[in-house]
């Protein structure tokens, strides 16, 4: 049983900055998926066991970076250029190997492992 423990929320103004970090586990892929209230859990991004290939919801790319550094056994979001719409709770999520396609990383049904996420608020 895998522990995922997030961490590095907090509260922003638009335009700012958050970096989230999680275990990680270095044959696992690994994501990052938020929850605004009322709404689904959506995928925001994704990175394979390597860290070579990276995965992004179109309503990040650019301003999001996700990434690993397996040697620390640490996952980290940097978040950039944030904005009120990215307000939601973060979590970090993994389950074993690769994906056959690429559409999978986003997926949340697809992975076996959870945190118990970290608040993001982003006021205007």
């Known amino acids: 049983q895998l522990q995922l423990v997030e961490s590095g929320g907090g509260s922003v103004q638009t335009g700012g900055s958050l970096r989230l970090s999680c275990t990680a586990y270095?044959?696992?892929?690994m994501a990052w998926f938020r929850q605004a209230p009322g709404k689904e859990r959506e995928g925001v991004a994704a990175i394979a066991p390597g860290g070579g290939s990276t995965y992004y919801a179109d309503s990040v790319k650019g301003r999001f970076t996700i990434s690993r550094d397996n040697a620390k056994n640490t996952l980290y979001l940097q978040m950039n250029s944030l904005k009120p719409a990215d307000t939601g709770m973060y979590y970090c999520?993994?389950?074993?190997?690769?994906?056959?396609?690429?559409?999978?990383?986003?997926?949340?049904?697809?992975?076996?492992?959870w945190g118990q996420g970290t608040q993001a608020t982003v006021s205007s």
């Open positions: 999520a993994a389950v074993s190997g690769y994906f056959q396609f690429s559409s999978s990383y986003l997926v949340a049904r697809y992975y076996t492992f």
């Open positions: 270095s044959t696992y892929s």
